[in-house]
C-alpha cells in the first residue's frame, strides 16, 4: 500500500525539507510562537494551583501542562473530550501528589477558561457575520 504512495510521500517530503532549508525564519518564528504557548499553559497551572493554596516547582508545572495537553490530544475523539479531559487531568494531578479536590478543581477551571474563549469566539463571529451581512445588504441597495 504504501508503495503505491511512494512518489506522493517523496513529494511531501522535499516540500517538508524545501521549507526547512529556505523559511529557516519562519520555521523559527512559529517554533517560538509554539514555545511560548507552550509556556503561557504553564504559567497557567501554576496560576491555578497557586490560586488553590498548592505549591509546585517549575520542572512539575512545565510537566503536567505538556501532559495535560497530551491528555487532550489523546481524547480528541470524544467529542468536547467531555469527561475523558477532566478525568485524565484529575488522575495527572493525583500523580502528582495533589489531593482530590485539587484536580478536580483544576479540571473544571480549565474547562471554564475553555467555555470562556469559546463564547468570544461566538461573538467575534457573530459580530463578522453581522458586519458581513451589513456589506452585502448594502452591495445590493441601489445608490
Given at each position: 500500500?504504501?508503495?503505491?504512495?511512494?512518489?506522493?510521500?517523496?513529494?511531501?517530503?522535499?516540500?517538508?525539507?524545501?521549507?526547512?532549508?529556505?523559511?529557516?525564519?519562519?520555521?523559527?518564528?512559529?517554533?517560538?510562537?509554539?514555545?511560548?504557548?507552550?509556556?503561557?499553559?504553564?504559567?497557567?497551572?501554576?496560576?491555578?494551583?497557586?490560586?488553590?493554596?498548592?505549591?509546585?516547582?517549575?520542572?512539575s508545572v512545565i510537566s503536567i501542562g505538556a501532559l495535560a495537553a497530551l491528555i487532550k490530544g489523546g481524547t480528541c475523539f470524544i467529542p468536547g473530550s467531555l469527561g475523558a479531559q477532566d478525568a485524565g487531568n484529575l488522575l495527572l494531578l493525583q500523580a502528582?501528589?495533589?489531593?482530590?479536590?485539587?484536580?478536580?478543581?483544576?479540571?473544571?477551571?480549565?474547562?471554564?477558561?475553555?467555555?470562556?474563549?469559546?463564547?468570544?469566539?461566538?461573538?467575534?463571529?457573530?459580530?463578522?457575520?453581522?458586519?458581513?451581512?451589513?456589506?452585502?445588504?448594502?452591495?445590493?441597495?441601489?445608490?
Amino acid at each position: 500500500m504504501l508503495e503505491t504512495q511512494e512518489e506522493h510521500l517523496r513529494t511531501i517530503d522535499q516540500t517538508i525539507l524545501s521549507f526547512y532549508r529556505h523559511h529557516r525564519e519562519a520555521f523559527a518564528l512559529s517554533t517560538g510562537v509554539c514555545l511560548f504557548g507552550w509556556l503561557a499553559e504553564s504559567l497557567e497551572v501554576f496560576v491555578i494551583l497557586s490560586c488553590l493554596g498548592d505549591t509546585a516547582s517549575p520542572w512539575s508545572v512545565i510537566s503536567i501542562g505538556a501532559l495535560a495537553a497530551l491528555i487532550k490530544g489523546g481524547t480528541c475523539f470524544i467529542p468536547g473530550s467531555l469527561g475523558a479531559q477532566d478525568a485524565g487531568n484529575l488522575l495527572l494531578l493525583q500523580a502528582f501528589g495533589y489531593s482530590d479536590v485539587t484536580g478536580i478543581t483544576f479540571a473544571l477551571l480549565r474547562r471554564f477558561r475553555e467555555v470562556v474563549w469559546i463564547g468570544i469566539g461566538l461573538v467575534c463571529l457573530a459580530l463578522v457575520g453581522k458586519r458581513r451581512l451589513s456589506k452585502d445588504h448594502r452591495a445590493e441597495s441601489p445608490s
